[in-house]
């Protein structure tokens, strides 16, 4: 089989592209199209994995994404991501203070009491896994009334605007290391390269973007002994964080807006601190846009185990930066693992040759064993 030129190829393309718009569209006169607000909404989980994935919280556009990716989360951070790079950076949001995020869901595993109560919020933590077969054929009506009734069914309650934080209370015991007085600059991973070793910063901004199931896969294989760390949850935070940005005459911060966001903060086993003080407790963190307790948890889990491995060196893949860090990027591994897809006649040829002629000369050996 010789190597050829192919001809057509352009038109072949936009086939292609035709075709899969029209998988998009094979319901017929009869369909609808999806909304994207149907889809912020009512596929809001997948709108968050996609703003966090993608690095831009922007959740119309995520779901536009969605739409035209047809579901592919991967796809969909790509093009989110795309769309990103072609907007200017207008300035730097300083460092903001999670204290003051409007709470939704707020649950500590660490202690049964903690200060302003448990708030379960909306959750699947305590519901069966069982297909409820009622929503295949849920009317528009049965639809509306569900939010209407919880609305009517929910007693008047005087929440506070936000909740102080358990780890500050450890903080205050001296069971937890003191905040840094001067936090470190953050490393922005949209311009600068990882060269390793990194700090970090870098390592919880490449964490906070990255693709939730390659995160999991890493902290689940800390969790179950490839690792150290045997975390609690001290406090896992869903809410709306108001964005506080200088103005622009007066410098003054100012509130331009909020970001749904998901906060983890683990406590792991407690150490001499780096000051030859008494030993305190160890502490991962983890954030990240939307509504993603999984990924907030796995990477909070990794955050501590990398901690340990930048200072000790890693004795376990979850606590090496290079290797976590360079895998954990959904766009990244989804484009080395496509670019197989790509045309790669000449190199197989060249495999194919020297295989035949390894298999040659192997003829001839082999002959020559016998003779």
Known sequence: MGYVAIKGGGRAIRGAEAALDALRTAEGEAGTPLTLAAIEQQLRLLT??????GGL????????AIKQMQ???LEAAFALRAYRSTKPRLLEAPLQDTNRMRLIRRISSAFKDIPGGQMLGPTYDYALRLMRLDLADESPEAFRR???RFMDEMPDSDLPDTFPKVVDALRAEGLLPPVAAQPQEAFDITRDPLVFPVPRSAALATMARAETGSLLAIAYSNMRGYGDVHPTIAELRVGYLPVMLPHPVTGELIEAGEVLMTECE???MYERDDHDGPPVFTLGYGACFGHNEVKAISMAILDRALQKGMRDGPSNPSEDPEFVLLHVDGVDSMGFANHYKMPHYVTFQSDMDRLRT???????EQKGVEA
Request: proline share 3%; net charge positive; charged share 15%.
């Open 71 to 73: 579901g592919d989360t």
């Open 57 to 64: 919280y922007h959740p119309r556009l995520a779901a536009l």
């Open 48 to 53: 968050s994995r996609v703003v966090s994935e």
């Open 266 to 268: 683990v406590v792991a």
């Open 358 to 364: 390894t298999q040659s000369q192997s003829g001839v």
């Open 146 to 148: 569900v939010s209407r």
